[in-house]
């Protein structure tokens, strides 16, 4: 992806979607509602852009104008309504995002089955040149690669944090410190697995939605 530069007047959709994040401008009518859900593991931020949108959270409503943002925790239900005589422009972001992307509620605040969404739904296009065997037999490659990664940190975590309290216990701040950058060079290719197991995930469930394609390969 290059240096690209995007403008809420004429770029309204999804502008990046990974694992880590989706973002994207989001116009709204007059009057139109969308209707309350959350998200498993995001926390969304909606920033306003133009017009005047209510958003209802924990029980509260407030009306936010141009330059005001508000953030919906994970597991927070929210519904956004354009309250104003103009349309409703804003910047808003997920993250992570990791399908089910969405989860809708009853009215006594259980959660509904997962809702699953096809590629579409967030500007993405379909895949329909990669066989779904493939895209499942690639989840479980990540979700292994995951669990060996975990399984090497652990081991390096163990060891470091034992050398870490004791060059506290000490005073050696310089041998504390090299045994947190230990601790991080451990950390990171886990956390870097995470996302991989993510992308593999979303490329599944994508084709999952994908009814059309399913069928014709199965037949």
């Known amino acids: 992806m290059g240096f690209e530069v995007f403008d809420y007047r004429k770029d309204i959709r999804n502008i990046l979607v990974t694992p880590q994040i989706r973002g994207r401008f989001l116009r709204m009518e007059v009057g139109q509602v969308n209707r309350g859900h959350s998200h498993d593991l995001g926390h969304e931020i909606f920033l306003i852009l133009q017009g005047r ?30 309250v104003g005589d103009d349309e409703v ?9 990791i399908q089910p992307t969405h989860t809708s509620w009853t009215e006594d605040g259980k959660k509904k089955p997962p809702r699953f969404t096809p590629s579409t739904a967030y500007d993405v296009p379909q895949d329909r040149e990669t066989p779904t065997k493939t895209l499942a037999e690639r989840h479980l490659q990540e979700s292994e690669a995951l669990a060996k990664a975990v399984e090497t940190s652990t081991l390096v975590q163990r060891e470091q944090v034992a050398a870490f309290e004791q060059a506290l216990a000490s005073g050696d701040m310089e041998a504390a410190m090299r045994a947190r950058n230990v601790m991080w060079d451990a950390l990171y290719p886990m956390f870097d ?9 979303n490329n599944l469930t994508y084709r999952t939605e994908d009814h059309e394609y399913l069928s014709q390969e199965v037949s």
Request: hydrophobic share 45%; net charge negative.
């Open 193 to 201: 697995q995470v996302f991989k197991l993510a992308d593999a995930w």
């Open 53 to 82: 949108a209510e958003f209802e959270m924990n029980g509260e409503s407030h009306v936010l104008e141009p330059g005001q943002l508000c953030v919906a925790l994970t597991d927070e239900s929210h519904i956004v309504r354009n």
């Open 89 to 97: 422009i804003m910047y808003l972001s997920v993250t992570p995002h």
